[in-house]
T-cell receptor, first 114, second 108 residues
């Protein structure tokens, strides 16, 4: 158990809908990362937050947004969902997120868009 | 952007055998990590190793940053080692780039 929690574990929804994925980092970790894992794209970095502020942005679509709250939990919002958004979404956390520490991954949320 | 290449893409071992997985990266990095994704999908951190050598039980890793590669050694493999092994690097822009992974199957 990494100490990172993600909810829900599974999510099934329809095209055009909007969903919210939630992540709670390990106790004491200030940085949260979001990743998407799909069969054709592999593991892709989406976005990183550090202590409530966006630090780095990767291959995140404009239909997706994220935020980190004062209690350090984070939410990833996916809107206008398409079939191709079906994937495993991981959250990870680290102590400082300055590029020099270990990332610990949550169990993931499996999103299926029908 | 930085390219991360892992080899081999697939590996089948008999239980008890040793193996070496390789990760090449095309530019200097601030951070390099090795992860194991088990058959249930969980990503587990194995090593944080931007340079040098580390060992943890039957696993060890070496990163030669000046030559832009890292190696993961698995000795006396067990069926529970099966899964996908990923190398991930962090660039100066705080972005983490994953390789495509090496899929390992250990036969009993």
């Amino acid at each position: 158990d990494s100490g990172v929690t993600q909810t829900p574990k599974h999510l099934i929804t329809a095209t055009g809908q909007r969903v919210t994925l939630r992540c709670s980092p390990r106790s004491g970790d200030l940085s949260v990362y979001w990743y998407q894992q799909s069969l054709d794209q592999g593991l892709q970095f989406l976005i990183q937050y550090y202590n409530g502020e966006e630090r780095a942005k990767g291959n995140i679509l404009e239909r997706f947004s994220a935020q980190q709250f004062p209690d350090l939990h984070s939410e990833l919002n996916l809107s206008s969902l398409e079939l191709g958004d079906s994937a495993l979404y991981f959250c990870a956390s680290s102590t400082s997120g300055g590029g020099t520490d270990t990332q610990y991954f949550g169990p993931g949320t499996r999103l299926t868009v029908l | 952007g930085i390219q991360v290449e892992q080899s081999p893409p697939d590996l089948i071992l008999q239980e008890g055998a040793n193996s070496t997985l390789r990760c090449n990266f095309s530019d200097s990095v601030n951070n390099l990590q090795w992860f194991h994704q088990n058959p249930w999908g969980q990503l587990i951190n194995l090593f944080y190793i931007p340079s040098g050598t580390k060992q943890n039980g039957r696993l060890s890793a070496t990163t030669v940053a000046t030559e832009r590669y890292s190696l993961l050694y698995i000795s006396s493999s067990q069926t529970t080692d099966s899964g996908v092994y990923f190398c991930a690097v962090e660039t100066g822009g705080f972005k983490t780039i994953f390789g495509a992974g090496t899929r390992l199957f250990v036969k009993a």
